[in-house]
């Protein structure tokens, strides 16, 4: 038979265990819990207290759907959308026997178990190929150098360059800024999120990129984010750059290649 989420008691603040528990703003993130303890909640979660004919953790389930989900994104707007336990109350869902809602949120149960565990497997296989990938290239640079032949980092680059200070933003108004989310993990610009500043003519120039410049990470609070580094292509030689990043730009006898895989080298980290 169809029935509301209206079943659930009421809109309540303080929250006891077992409640259902949504987010109200940017519901397209799909927030929603199951509380495991007594407490309060504020303004921004819907707290749903299940009536004896639904269990919390099927609510849960259907919370998480992409039919509720979409139902919902359809009915806020905004650039800080946020949904009401008004328009929640509305969703109609088939409800099955609560022998059925405890069969779905058990197989729910069991495929976010194993999402879990890939995920966790995948994350173990990134983390263990940088590891091997840092060893290579570390092995590469540094295995055939002699300590006689060292040379100073300053003699590899002509120069080195701190970035503009000014204020960007999406606008879409000035010139293109590369920042710290620009520089990709392989080594080359990310330019699918960019943020625009006013720059006059002397500050163009002053914070311009050639082909072949390296741009590298210099202060951030993640100490694995600091001295990662990309390389500078063609088509990204229209962008300047931020001042949480530095330009190197290498001697005409440096490959920009070889600079880049030195900088990434775990001893140079």
């Not at 993130?29 to 303004?43: C, H, Q, V």
């Not at 639904?54 to 989900?69: A, C």
């Not at 590369?178 to 500050?203: C, M």
Request: charged share 30%; glycine share 6%.
């Amino acid at each position: 038979s169809l029935s509301k989420i209206s079943d659930v008691r009421s809109r309540v603040f303080r929250f006891e265990r077992g409640d259902a528990l949504y987010g109200r703003l940017r519901p397209y993130l799909k927030k929603a819990a199951i509380a495991e303890f007594d407490g309060y909640a504020s303004g921004e979660i819907v707290v749903m207290r299940c009536s004896d004919s639904i269990l919390s953790r099927f609510l849960l389930t259907v919370l998480l759907s992409d039919d509720f989900n979409r139902f919902v994104n359809e009915r806020v707007k905004g650039d800080r959308p946020r949904t009401s336990f008004a328009t929640i109350a509305t969703y109609r869902i088939d409800l099955p026997s609560l022998e059925v809602q405890a069969e779905v949120a058990h197989r729910d149960e069991r495929l976010q178990c194993a999402v879990s565990h890939l995920a966790d497997a995948c994350t173990e296989f990134e983390r263990n190929g940088k590891l091997l990938l840092d060893a290579a290239r570390s092995r590469l640079i540094w295995d055939h150098t002699d300590s006689k032949t060292l040379v100073l980092f300053k003699d590899l680059v002509d120069s080195i360059d701190y970035g503009t200070s000014r204020r960007s933003a999406e606008d879409g108004a000035g010139t293109a800024i590369l920042r710290i989310p620009n520089i990709g993990a392989d080594g080359r610009v990310d330019a699918t999120s960019l943020k625009f500043a006013p720059l006059g003519p002397k500050e163009t120039e002053q914070f311009s990129l050639r082909t072949d410049d390296l741009l590298m990470i210099r202060s951030n609070g993640s100490l694995q984010l600091v001295g990662r580094a990309a390389r500078i292509g063609e088509a990204d030689t229209k962008y300047a750059f931020a001042g949480y990043l530095l330009r190197l730009r290498p001697k005409s006898v440096v490959l920009a290649g070889y600079l880049l895989e030195l900088v990434h080298s775990k001893p140079f980290r």
